[in-house]
């Protein structure tokens, strides 16, 4: 079993940053590759960045440049930390873990101001 627990939206201004974390815990594994989804009112749910369990990162071409995916000390912790925010960032923010199955986080809502 693993649990998935997401921190760090908010309330923030055009240009603005961001960090999210994300914390996998549970036993039975080693590193994880995980990532950010994000979904917006009436929008499907889209991949933001992935780390994979080699370190190799992946990103939507929407936040490339702005958006830094990395990994803790603590091997399943993970940032996500947004730069350069725009009001299309806003969206209910999903941290998520592979494993045989996806095991996904509450969900941290993120709003940009424009």
């Known amino acids: 079993q693993v649990q998935i627990v997401e921190s760090g939206g908010g309330l923030v201004q055009f240009g603005g940053s961001l960090r999210l974390s994300c914390a996998a815990s549970?036993?039975?594994?080693?590193?994880?590759?995980m990532g950010w989804h994000r979904q917006a009112p009436g929008q499907q749910r889209e991949l933001v960045a992935l780390?994979?369990?080699?370190?190799?990162?992946k990103y939507a071409d929407s936040v490339k440049g702005r958006f830094t995916i990395s990994r803790g000390s603590d091997k399943n912790t993970i940032y996500l930390q947004m730069t350069g925010l725009k009001p299309e960032d806003t969206a209910v923010y999903y941290c998520?873990?592979?494993?045989?199955?996806?095991?996904w986080g509450q969900g941290t809502q993120v709003t940009v101001s424009s």
């Open positions: 998520n873990a592979a494993l045989a199955s996806m095991y």
């Open positions: 549970g036993s039975g594994f080693g590193t994880l590759t």
């Open positions: 780390i994979y369990s080699n370190g190799a990162t």
